[in-house]
């Protein structure tokens, strides 16, 4: 089970030693969002086969970043990391801010996934030439403000930011709250109280800061940070009262900072209408995309009701009230079920009441998580068969089990085989999986008689049934 560890700053050069040749180039990907918007999206980190798997908290669920390989990575094993976990947390994996060129990889492993593509959320990116020498009639607009901006301040320059310059740095924010705020934003503040405390890391190895001085007073800032062949603009500040001041900063940001690189990433614009259209005006040349990807099962799909199955001795159909009774003899019988591999009481997490097991079954099916049949003779319930554990890639767990007063006549494989043919030829999925404790000859037996053997381990023997 992945455990993780909320991201800080001491993590940043661990993490780097994945953002720094990551060729996603979305800013999600990089040591300065992480470390900024802690207070938002509360990032926690870890790494499994050889990857860097990130795991945000947004709208009360956990989504996760697509994982970022090292140079051993193996995304695929990682990704099946992420969706054990989040079997194990009763959720479907969501596997958000997914780059362009990874999409076709999840579009494939999940059939019937949900895939959004946020306008609000795309990063604008641009060719750094572009930002570097504003050439050509489309850029007419920035080259004339520049030259503005060069003849009115001919002594302004740009300059590398480092821990020597933290008093100019907060006399640039006392200036630039006075000339923004001129009324109450608080989204903005906010933003800047976050943007504050990111400069007082310029300096180090990760990032990059640049500022515009005139004379001794900065008038305009960034901090940087490159990853793969894109250069990250975290953040990018002025003061307004110099006209022009801007385009020119954003020259010599390319410039100073750019070197080697492809790209430059100014980030998403947060759905705020000016910021759109200053982020439109410098010519991006795309708009990268950031595909959420929300697996979903096949019961989430296709199933409304449990339905009824019928086999030649046996019905399959949804357990009703009537049933409790029955069904918890035969949950509560500790003698057969320390074979069933799970312990029904434990898992309660609380009193058992007379219908709890029921509940946590009809429960289950609501969320569309697990099918719990019950097994009926003549009427009688003498069993279940339970499909769980859907992976979201087209497989599913079958475990079944009959109660004592009705063992060894073959109920168990012929209702493990009615419900393992429902699964794969009505509910469409692709690979039913069961597996079986070592000691348990029964079910060994009975597996084996229709299903292939794939592996086995200290405890369990493995086994599957493909379409």
Same mark, same amino acid.
């Given at each position: 089970?992945?455990q ?5 700053? +001491? ?5 780097? /030693?994945?953002? +720094? ?20 999206l ?8 050889g990857?860097l798997v ?13 994982? #970022? ?12 990391? %992420?969706?054990?976990?989040c ?10 801010? #997914?780059?362009?060129?990874r ?6 492993r ?8 946020? /306008? ?34 001919p002594?302004a ?11 100019? #740095? ?25 943007? /504050? ?66 790209? %430059?990433?100014?980030e ?12 439109? +005006? ?30 030649e ?14 069904y ?8 057969r079920?320390?074979w ?20 946590v ?6 969320n569309?998580?697990?099918?719990n049949?019950? #097994? ?27 109660? /004592?007063?009705?063992?060894?006549h ?30 348990? +000859? ?26």
């Amino acid at each position: 089970m992945l455990q993780f560890k909320p991201v800080t700053q +001491q993590d940043a050069p661990r993490l780097r /030693r994945y953002y +720094q040749g990551c060729d996603y180039g979305l800013c999600e990907y990089s040591v300065g969002t992480k470390l900024m918007w802690r207070p938002v999206l509360h990032p926690a980190w870890t790494e499994v086969a050889g990857c860097l798997v990130v795991r945000n908290r947004s709208d009360g669920r956990y989504v996760f970043d697509y994982p #970022v390989p090292g140079p051993e990575g193996d995304e695929d094993a990682a990704l099946t990391a %992420i969706e054990d976990y989040c079997l194990a947390q009763g959720q479907e994996p969501v596997i958000s801010v #997914v780059p362009a060129c990874r999409a076709p990889r999840l579009l494939e492993r999940y059939p019937y996934a949900c895939v959004s593509d946020i /306008r609000t959320w795309r990063d604008y990116v641009y060719y750094r030439e572009d930002l570097q020498l504003f050439a050509g009639r489309r850029y007419s607009g920035q080259r004339n403000h520049i030259k503005k901006f060069r003849t009115q301040w001919p002594e302004a320059e740009f300059r590398i930011l480092g821990a020597k310059d933290a008093p100019a #740095v907060e006399r640039f924010w006392a200036d630039y709250e006075a000339e923004f705020f001129k009324g109450d934003n608080a989204k903005a503040r906010a933003e800047l109280k976050l943007a /504050r405390q990111m400069l007082k890391l310029a300096g180090k190895p990760w990032f990059r800061a640049g500022g515009m001085f005139d004379g001794d007073r900065l008038i305009a800032l960034c901090l940087t940070e490159k990853c793969g062949d894109t250069l990250i603009i975290h953040i990018e500040k002025a003061l307004y009262s110099y006209t022009g001041v801007y385009p020119a900063m954003v020259q010599e940001e390319a410039a100073a900072f750019g070197e080697g690189c492809r790209w %430059i990433n100014r980030e998403d614009d947060a759905a705020d209408r000016g910021l759109r259209t200053s982020k439109l +005006q410098y010519g991006p040349a795309k708009l990268a995309p950031k595909y959420c990807f929300e697996a979903r099962n096949e019961l989430q799909r296709h199933v409304d009701a449990i339905p009824e199955l019928k086999t030649e001795r046996l019905t399959l159909s949804a357990l009703k009230e009537g049933d409790i009774p029955a069904y918890n003899a035969l949950v509560l019988d500790g003698d057969r079920n320390r074979w069933w591999g799970y312990d029904d009481v434990g898992g309660l997490g609380g009193p058992v009441e007379a219908d709890s097991f029921f509940q946590v079954a009809r429960r289950d099916f609501e969320n569309r998580q697990a099918v719990n049949f019950a #097994v009926r003779l003549d009427g009688t319930l003498i069993g279940e068969a339970v499909l769980y554990r859907f992976d979201c890639r087209g497989g599913a767990e079958l475990g079944c089990r009959i109660c /004592r007063d009705q063992a060894g006549h073959g109920y168990g494989t012929e209702a493990f085989a009615a419900a393992a043919e429902w699964a794969l030829y009505k509910l469409h999925l692709t690979r039913v999986v069961a597996k079986c404790f070592k000691e348990n +000859q029964a079910s060994f037996r009975m597996l084996s008689s229709c299903m292939r053997k794939t592996g086995e381990d200290e405890t369990f023997f493995y086994f599957e049934k493909l379409v």
